[in-house]
């Protein structure tokens, strides 16, 4: 079991793989237009962030 | 001597740091009004801590970013946070909180002022590194996702509880900016200035404590250091054992037993250090399987030689 993970750890297409997932999942975030929320909280000032909310 | 303090320089990882933070926060007009930015550039995520209502910064903070997509009631998960996350961590792992962190340079620079009495390691050190990804699945999930109000709305509770960048990059000048708001501050303002008084003193004791023990941040990219296309390699044929990485360390990592630790943020500096040249870093690096029993070996070799 370790030593398959420390060759999972070594394979050099594993990071690669995971790069491409992430473009992946940022794509289909934007397409559930999850971003719109992530823009709609960062353009008002967070209270919670600040220590006011 | 000089010559080794030369190579020891940390000059140039500070000023890409720096160049980083200032870029990321040039939305001057928000320090002169008190205002923040509102452009499409907000749309993105960061890959550093940065809070998106520092009055400078123009692009979203991904762990505020993450707690305000998890706390929608539209959606329970964030694709679109969590694959910026892995694409970045994918790429290169916790190099993000050794160089393009503003809230690492301040740690970083805060360790630089003299203190009688510095911290390398305590008691709990180990231990206490496991408490970010206690506040990641916490602070950053669980709460947001299922401590919900009426209409399903999941607050930011790292944000709001816990995170002193926001104190410090945003709290403290929109406060100091707008009279209105420093009307409407109480105890969690408070709470939250305690919190970056105790992290900014600690940064000066301790290296980076923050990052050591708080941030999730760092929890989420450091799962991605082992299997990260950038990465440290160790050259086995050149190290000769000699301890001047481990020592350097201020992360407490020794590259010779694993150069791609989770706690690894890549400043370089054991690089910098190795006599041998022996530890180098880049892009699909390969790293031998086989480096854990060799270091075995090695003690073993040396037990035997000393009669241990």
Redesign the interface.
Known sequence: MR?KL???????V??????V??????????H?E??N???A??????L?????? | MAKKMNKLNELPRHRIQALWALLTNSYLKGYATGKIYTGKLKHLCVPGMNCYSCPGALGACPIGALQAVIGNYNFKFAYYVAGFLMLVGALVGRFVCGWLCPFGLIQDLLHKIPFPKKIKTFKADKVLRYLKYAILLVFVILLPMFLVDIIGQGSPYFCKLICPVGTLEGGLPLLLLNKSMRSAIGFLYAWKNVLLAVTLFLSILIYRPFCKYICPLGAIYSVFNPISVFKYRVDRDKCIQCGACERVCKMQVDPVKNCNALECIRCGLCKKTCPTGAISSGFFKKIPTDAPKLVNLTEKVINEDTGR
């Open positions: 030593a420390d060759s999972l750890k070594a394979s050099p594993i990071g690669p793989l995971l790069a997932l992430g473009i992946g999942m940022m794509l289909y975030g934007i559930r999850e971003v929320v992530v823009f909280k960062a353009i008002k000032i967070c919670e962030c600040i220590g006011i909310g």
